[in-house]
């Protein structure tokens, strides 16, 4: 009975952690956090959004204290994102080139799956 106690007890903490955890590298707050860079343009800032569906981007983020870093980090992530959408349209255009034309909707969604599956590949 008493092991039982302490299980339930440990699985608590372990869960009290990670809601601990969730709050303190939520998406609010590390979008709240790009939006007082100043540095950033509303372009860099909508995709960097992007960039906080990851829990671990969202912690690397939000533990880097020295601004700076922090700013170095992001734009880095943010051309990261850029380069490989371009990437991928790039890769769409080539195609519709081998299997004949592609509309602007067809083109974009055929380079955004290819950019979704690089994506959840990495």
Request: hydrophobic fraction near 35%.
């Amino acid at each position: 009975m008493e092991f039982k106690k302490s299980q339930t007890s440990k699985t608590l903490e372990a869960l009290n952690e990670k809601k601990k955890r969730a709050e303190e590298f939520c998406f609010e707050k590390c979008a709240d956090q790009v939006d007082s860079i100043n540095e950033l343009t509303n372009d860099e800032k909508s995709y960097a959004m992007e960039l906080f569906e990851s829990d671990t981007n969202r912690e690397v983020f939000m533990k880097t204290k020295n601004p700076e870093v922090r700013l170095i980090w992001l734009k880095r992530k943010i051309r990261y994102v850029l380069y490989t959408v371009q990437l991928y349209f790039g890769a769409a255009c080539t195609c519709s080139c081998i299997h004949g034309s592609m509309d602007d909707t067809a083109m974009a969604v055929h380079a955004f799956s290819f950019w979704c599956l690089d994506y959840l590949n990495a």
